[in-house]
Antibody, heavy 120, light 111 residues
Framework: QVQLQESGPGLVKPSQTLSLTCTVS??????????WSWIRQPPGKGLEWIGY???????YYNPSLKSRVTISVDTSKNQFSLKLSSVTAADTAVYYC????????????WGQGTLVTVSS | QSVLTQPPSVSGAPGQRVTFSCTGS?????????VHWYQQLPGIAPKLLIY???NRPSGVPDRFSGSKSGTSASLAISGLQAEDEADYYC???????????FGTGTKVTVL
């Protein structure tokens, strides 16, 4: 059973960089069959796709966040990471990591999510 | 920045059938990209409910069904149960954004 677990600070100051890591267990992040994604959900609002990465390191970002987002992968640790720079209160959200199946489509496995609050 | 539009809420009595839509455009659903549906219970991560328009992952009851036509997709829940009360999101790929997009979300209330 594949499991994803987000980790990182729950509080980030405005203008600083938000950094989160997703650890994948029960499956290899190096599989050619999946993309690995970050998705966020502001309190009381809907879901927003941030971006995804392939095991090779190829990345695809939401154009609205592209200038501030970096997603990277560490295949040796079976982890992928998110960095979001110059954060503001609008970046306060529950951040989820998720797996996307290239064949079936959709995000089939999700982490439990981690709340990141941007506040001084 | 959702480009997929859903009705904010729908409701139904236990046992009834409810359906709701996910409306996109020629750059996403209308371009032939698959639609996927998620169920999100309060305080919990979304769960894949329907993939590739009409397919159910293992373990999802057959009360849930999906369809797609033109620039829209629909999710139907038959035999509505109290445990179906949740938020539901559609998701597809948008060629103009070169990435995934989610719907605005629909809250299903069981009366």
């Amino acid at each position: 059973q594949v499991q994803l677990q987000e980790s990182g600070p729950g509080l980030v100051k405005p203008s600083q960089t938000l950094s989160l890591t997703c650890t994948v267990s029960g499956g290899s992040i190096s599989s050619a069959d999946y993309y690995w994604s970050w998705i966020r959900q502001p309190p009381g609002k809907g879901l927003e796709w941030i971006g995804y990465i392939y095991y090779s390191g190829s990345t695809y970002y939401n154009p609205s966040l592209k200038s501030r987002v970096t997603i990277s992968v560490d295949t040796s640790k079976n982890q992928f990471s998110l960095k979001l720079s110059s954060v503001t209160a609008a970046d306060t959200a529950v951040y989820y990591c998720a797996r996307s199946d290239l064949i079936k489509g959709g995000f089939d496995y999700w982490g439990q999510g981690t709340l990141v609050t941007v506040s001084s | 920045q959702s480009v997929l539009t859903q009705p904010p809420s729908v409701s139904g009595a236990p046992g009834q059938r409810v359906t709701f839509s996910c409306t996109g455009s020629s750059s996403n659903i209308g371009a032939g990209y698959d639609v996927h549906w998620y169920q999100q219970l309060p305080g919990i991560a979304p769960k894949l409910l329907i993939y590739a328009n009409s397919n159910r992952p293992s373990g999802v009851p057959d009360r849930f069904s999906g369809s797609k036509s033109g620039t829209s997709a629909s999710l139907a829940i038959s035999g509505l149960q109290a445990e179906d009360e949740a938020d539901y999101y559609c998701q597809s790929y948008d060629i103009s954004l070169s990435g995934s997009v989610f719907g605005t979300g629909t809250k299903v209330t069981v009366l």
